[in-house]
């Protein structure tokens, strides 16, 4: 246990895998706020963090599939870990059978949708060379928005769902449509209204949390960058220009001619502009690096503000990845003028160890090996 459990705080006590990535069974106890996990290239210090971010949205940061969880060669895997949340224990463990079939239980209770345990443990992965959702296609973005919102509002993550279940049989009616020359006008009025509703609710909800996000992403972009740029970051829509219905109404004729729904909130998008020029297109690896930990700040923030305690901050290789001054600003920031736990990874103890010394910071030490 933690020696100093707050009401308010969120801490993972400690945790075990089971055939997980390369480790055939090992546990960890983190009994300070701090850890610092060391250890060489390749000895699965960011599989351990994976491994908490798993038991907290219930799938990997890193892998697509859950199959490349599994040890290798080895039949089904299992994490299990302590979470403290406002004073009450909660015991989460997740199971991946050797069918494949994924099983999450807290406290012993089988989760019934996984949708229902996201949010309930907040947690952020900052992976510096993950830059995909500066540089990479809409989709990145709306996945970040995603992630984001649905841990902050449940009710986020079930219209979305809704919404993308209904696309999907929108897109296969209208495929059906083009393939089998038929007129089924009716049934796609009757998706297009069910839509309605979902849509606008994850619309009105981006637009409000955007409002807030973009503003805090441009102000920790200046502070970490240190200069004082021209930076733009807007919400972009289809719905910006009229309702569902009218959207949906006056794309019908290019929807049915291209098979698919070519106009809705999955084709929304972030858009950054640094000195009027498109960020992704134009900026150096440092600024999307920064743009990158600005983005993750701002999500620690927002997350800390509306649960009312910090999220869980994983960062990964940042050492690496940000020069002295910057990291010790960063390790400032998140360990000092935050109270959350944070779990850091880097191939040298001795840096790791300064670090936090140098901010008076008492922390655990975990080192991985072969
Ligand atoms: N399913 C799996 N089965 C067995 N080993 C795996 C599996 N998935 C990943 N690994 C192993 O995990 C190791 C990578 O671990 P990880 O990425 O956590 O290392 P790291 O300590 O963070 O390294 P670096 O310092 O290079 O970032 C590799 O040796 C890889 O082969």
């Known amino acids: 246990m933690w020696k100093y459990i707050a009401a308010n705080l969120l801490s993972l006590q400690n945790i075990s895998v089971f055939q997980y990535k390369n480790y055939l069974g090992q546990s960890w106890t983190f009994p300070e706020r701090v850890t610092g996990i060391t250890g060489r290239n390749g000895t699965g210090k960011t599989n351990l963090l994976d491994a908490i971010y798993f038991l907290c949205f219930t799938k990997s940061y890193f892998q697509k599939s859950d199959a490349q969880l599994v040890y290798g060669g080895a039949q089904g895997m ?6 403290v949340r406002q004073e009450e224990t909660y015991d989460v463990s997740a199971v991946i059978r050797e ?16 949708a229902d345990h996201i949010g309930q443990f907040p947690a952020v992965m900052v992976a510096p060379d993950d830059v995909q959702i500066i540089t990479g296609g809409s989709e990145e973005r709306r996945r970040f928005m995603d992630a984001l919102f649905s841990q902050v509002d449940h009710d986020y993550l079930v219209h979305l769902m809704t919404y993308n279940r209904l696309l999907q049989q929108r897109n296969s009616l209208l495929k059906q449509m083009a393939e089998q020359r038929s007129r089924q006008f009716e049934l796609l009025s009757i998706i297009d209204e069910q839509m309605n509703s979902p849509a606008s609710y994850v619309f009105e909800k981006r637009t409000l949390y955007l409002r807030q996000l973009l503003e805090e992403i441009t102000t920790r972009y200046i502070k970490i960058a240190g200069e004082q740029y021209d930076l733009r970051m807007q919400y972009e829509s289809p719905m910006q220009q009229g309702d569902w219905q009218s959207l949906l109404r006056r794309n019908r004729d290019r929807d049915i001619a291209s098979q698919r729904t070519t106009s809705g909130i999955h084709r929304d998008d972030i858009s950054i502009s640094l000195e009027d020029k498109m960020f992704r297109q134009t900026a150096s690896q440092g600024q999307r690096k920064s743009m990158l930990f600005a983005f993750r700040l701002a999500e620690f923030s927002l997350l800390k503000e509306k649960k009312g305690f910090a999220p869980i901050l994983l960062l990964d290789d940042v050492f690496e990845k940000l020069d002295q001054q910057r990291m010790q600003n960063l390790l400032y920031e998140v360990c000092v003028l935050n109270d959350g736990q944070v779990l850091v990874t880097d191939t040298h103890p001795d840096r790791i160890g300064e670090s936090f010394s ?3 910071l008492p922390y655990q030490s975990i080192e991985t090996s072969r």
């Open 358 to 360: 140098a901010l008076g």
């Open 99 to 114: 069918n494949g079939k994924k099983e999450f239980r807290v406290n012993e209770m089988p989760c019934e949708k996984m």
């Open 78 to 83: 299992r994490i299990s870990g302590r979470f």
